[in-house]
């Protein structure tokens, strides 16, 4: 009992950079450390990416098999977080392409039409989203996209990669990658306006932007 207290002691006193030392000599012990550490965050980006609770909690597991396998390649070039993040995005798109889910068209050059309101940069801030909604009206909402619309809208104005990241880890062109991140917004930008016409379940009070701040913190 003396041991198991002295062990769980010098657990709780490591920092993150002793477990990864640690981890990448094969204990046991850090990999744990460093799961509980970061289980939550990986579990919020998994389910926001697939919007399934069932799905998200596969996909955590099999990020964390990958951090296992793969630890040893990790050189401190940026940090660990970050690296774990660009892991298990890379697990999760992997995911999307093998259950083949059907592709919203990607077209080079988008510009809103008419109908759909003034016209604005493509990549910009969307003003339009920010207004009189509540997180859970926003978390909803982003459910709703289309698979790759809500991909590129998670990874850019939630997860903030740049437009050539994001096209790297999708195979797609900067272009395409726009494209689809402003129809995003304009198709959340409708959403968020059916919640506030009255048919939305509870009452928000939050700007939009400041629900998208406080998701990304989870």
Avoid at 108 to 128: L, M
Avoid at 164 to 190: F, P, V, Y
């Amino acid at each position: 009992m003396i041991i198991l207290n002295q062990q769980a002691a010098a657990t709780e006193s490591w920092s993150e950079a002793e477990a990864i030392a640690l981890a990448k000599r094969g204990s046991a012990e850090a990999f744990e450390f460093l799961y509980h550490l970061h289980k939550r965050r990986v579990y919020s980006l998994c389910l926001r990416m697939t919007g399934n609770t069932a799905e998200a909690e596969d996909l955590a597991q099999e990020a964390f098999l990958q951090l296992f396998r793969k630890i040893g390649t990790f050189r401190g070039e940026s940090a660990f977080s970050t690296w774990l993040h660009r892991l298990s995005v890379n697990v999760v798109l992997m995911h999307l392409r093998r259950k083949n889910l059907p592709e919203t068209p990607l077209e080079e050059c988008t510009e809103p039409s008419q109908e759909d309101g003034p016209r604005r940069e493509i990549g910009a801030r969307d003003q339009n989203l920010a207004g009189s909604i509540d997180r859970v009206n926003l978390e909803r909402a982003i459910e709703r996209l289309p698979p790759g619309y809500r991909t590129i809208f998670i990874l850019h104005d939630m997860e903030g990669y740049e437009h050539n990241e994001i096209a790297t880890m999708m195979s797609c062109s900067i272009g395409n990658s726009k494209s689809q991140l402003h129809k995003a917004r304009m198709k959340l930008r409708d959403l968020l306006q059916l919640a506030r016409s009255g048919r939305r379940v509870g009452s928000g009070g939050a700007d939009a932007e400041v629900a998208i701040e406080a998701i990304r913190e989870v």
